[in-house]
């Protein structure tokens, strides 16, 4: 068994990841800022650590405390939209706070790091499905910011013998199905926790941006993956880095239009969802499907939800459940579509 640290580890992916590592009997240590994450469902055995990443005395010393047998990295800003509206926050903020963490994690000898990188590195420029071999094009500075921090990894293995993963993840979605983790950023932005609270009532309505992609429907097309599938690929990466660093791709295989979402969740929830057409999103790809072929084959990763309608069910179950998401005192606010990024 390991000890791991986990930063950004407040956050949707990042909780789940936490609850597989221990589950699967590791320790656990959470490093998050809370700027976007909850403290209240990090369950109390886990030592956490308040810190900024930008803080790079502080970031070292939590490096520094005790042996970590790896370091999973989820903190970042993560938002394609406001990525666009704020390109320089982006590329200085994941840049330099991932720059900082892994500075340190080379000078205290660590040997395994796992990084979330992203389906965004593609640009939605390629023909689908999109292997880890096609070229990069990041159509957003988030993905491009990603993008930098995969560089900065090759230099660790290079110069220093760092190995890592990189984990290009597709769409994350869904809920922990034993209902102890959900999705719940303030404001929501990403499509299926808008459409599920559009259907249930807690926001004035979906806003579908952008009806003339060249797609079957033309909405745009992602690969939705479940969060709890993530959290598998990130504990079989974290055992199988070894001399080698790897880069995965890692989706379902299988594009989703923004109006075939809407209709799951119609489907699953019985009610109807609310919606209207608005202008596109800038820095959105058109489609964005993976080819995981290679972590498939290599580390025999295989995703348990690989039906639409079943991952977004485990996401209503945790809406319905938790009304008011992870905050019992948290008010119900129309953020839905007012005041998407
Ligand atoms: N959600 C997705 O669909 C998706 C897809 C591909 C990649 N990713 C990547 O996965 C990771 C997790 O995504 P998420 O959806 O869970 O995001 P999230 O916003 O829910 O979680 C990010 C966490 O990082 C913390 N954080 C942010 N900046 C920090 C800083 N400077 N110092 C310390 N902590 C900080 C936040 O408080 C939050 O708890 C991100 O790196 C994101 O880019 C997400
Ligand atoms: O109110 C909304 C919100 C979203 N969308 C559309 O829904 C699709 C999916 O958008 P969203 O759920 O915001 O996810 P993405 O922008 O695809 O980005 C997610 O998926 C990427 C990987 O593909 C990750 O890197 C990002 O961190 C993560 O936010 C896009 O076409 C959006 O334009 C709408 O039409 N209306």
Known sequence: MGKYLVTGGAGYVGIHVVLALLEAGHEVAVLDNLSRGHRKYIPKLVEFFKIDLADKVGVEQVVASQPWDGVLHFAALSLVGESMRDPFLYLRQNYMNSLNLIEACVKHGIKRFVFSSTAALFGGVQTPPIADTAPIDPGSPYGESKFMIERVLVWAERVYGMYSASLRYFNAAGADPKGRA??????????????????????????????????????????????????????????????????????????????????????VTGKKVPWEWAAPRFGDPDVLVADSARIRQELGWKPEYTVLDQIIETAVRWRVAHPNGYSSLKQKLLVGNSKHI
Not at 212 to 226: L, S
Not at 245 to 261: C, I
């Open 182 to 267: 959900g999705e719940d950023h303030t404001p929501e932005t990403h499509l299926i926790p808008l459409t599920i609270d559009a259907a249930l009532g807690y926001n004035s309505g979906l806003k579908v941006f952008g009806n003339n992609y060249p797609t079957r429907d033309g909405t745009c097309v992602r690969d939705y993956i479940h969060v709890n599938d993530l959290a598998s690929a990130h504990l079989l990466a974290m055992e199988h880095i070894k001399g080698r660093s790897v880069r995965y791709n890692l989706g379902n295989g299988q594009g989703f239009t923004n109006l075939e979402v809407i209709q799951s969740v119609e489907r």
